[in-house]
């Protein structure tokens, strides 16, 4: 189940044309209609124009994924600037694109999207750990950080990155879920991120 959330038609409509027949899709055209539609559906994706949460983008964010923490969503805005970007970044969003952005485009934003990565302008990367990971824990290096993790925490790490889940991680590398957890817990310790996300951009940042 997807949500195309906009009180614009003609993006309704281009948002449709871009998700084709991948699942129906919810459109909500209010802002306070929102926040019951991820409670009830708990949809996999989401696509925001910005424009319907005004200037409360980021708290509506941050409210919904509370609602619905496994959906995925795709802000939408008209000519994002960096400050906005990073913003709706921290607040969960996973991808950010312009409102004139092509449909064809768009589908591969969101196959990016439902793979479990990032749709982030690559200039950002670097900035957004920095905001996440903090000044001080970024002293020494993401290849420091990394330096420092056993053969099975890289390669769990690696996974992380590459948007696999726990159970995902489990059945690929032979064991238990609870191992999974008790190793990503190392690795947070030890690169200084705060949470899958901030670890999946530190891995990014060193490609």
Same mark, same amino acid.
């Given at each position: 189940m997807f949500v195309i959330a906009s009180a614009h038609t003609d993006s309704l409509d281009c948002w449709r044309t871009a998700l084709g027949d991948r699942a129906a899709a919810v459109e909500v055209r209010r802002t306070d209609a929102l926040s019951e539609c991820f409670s009830? $559906?708990? +949809?996999?994706l989401a696509l925001l124009d910005?424009? &319907?949460?005004?200037?409360?983008?980021?708290?509506?964010?941050?409210e919904l994924l509370k609602v619905s923490p496994s959906t995925q969503i795709v802000a939408l805005a008209d @000519? +994002? *600037?960096? *400050?906005? @970007?990073l913003a709706?970044?921290?607040a969960g969003v996973r991808g950010v694109c312009a409102l004139d952005t092509s449909a064809d485009v768009l589908a591969r934003i969101v196959s990016v999207v439902l793979q479990g990565e990032l749709w982030i302008r690559r200039s950002l990367v670097a900035k $957004?750990? *920095?905001? &996440?990971?903090?000044?001080?824990? *970024? =002293? =020494?290096?993401a290849t420091g950080r990394f330096a420092i993790? =056993? +053969?099975? @925490?890289?390669e769990i790490a690696r996974l992380i990155g590459q948007g696999a889940s726990n159970k995902r991680i489990a059945r690929h590398l032979a064991i238990t879920e609870r191992t999974v957890k008790?190793? $990503?817990t190392a690795i947070f310790r030890k690169t200084g991120a705060v949470d899958r996300l901030t670890l999946a951009l530190l891995i990014a940042r060193r490609h």
């Open positions: 009830r $559906l708990q +949809p996999q910005v424009r &319907l949460t005004h200037v409360n983008t980021v708290r509506v964010v941050a @000519e +994002p *600037d960096e *400050d906005q @970007e709706l970044f921290r $957004l750990v *920095d905001s &996440l990971v903090g000044k001080e824990a *970024d =002293t =020494t290096g993790l =056993t +053969p099975r @925490e890289i008790g190793h $990503l």
